[in-house]
């Protein structure tokens, strides 16, 4: 079984934190620092990593090169990893995670680099 891991980016602060799930004697959970805001907005690992072995989480902002079958250039494109309830998967843009993320490297995240995600890829 995996580790279930999370993280939580407090948008007052402008700070991510990283837990791992904990047991303790009478309850289980995640353990975060201090949030200066009310709402921290979790996010899951994905279970996966990119090319370079760096775990890949919801709302990383993954490059990768475009496939293309009849085009063999070295486009670019960007995109964020999501969730997708129809699927029941992880998804990158409109592209099932599970079957990209080898060839994907996670550049940033939503909340610390929305500028790589706005304009950016192709």
Known sequence: MRDIKFRAWDDVSKVMSFSNFEQFDDMMGFRF???????????????LSDKNGKEIYEGDILEY??????????????????????????TLGNSL?????RRCEVIGNIYKNPDLIQGGGE
């Not at 620092?33 to 279970?47: A, D, L, N």
């Open 33 to 47: 620092s201090h949030f200066e805001t009310e709402k921290p907005i979790y996010m899951q690992c994905t279970g």
């Open 65 to 90: 090169k475009k496939f293309y079958y009849f085009d063999e250039s070295d486009k670019k494109a960007r995109d964020f990893v999501g969730y997708s309830t129809e699927y029941v998967e992880w």
């Open 97 to 101: 995670l599970n079957k990209i993320y």
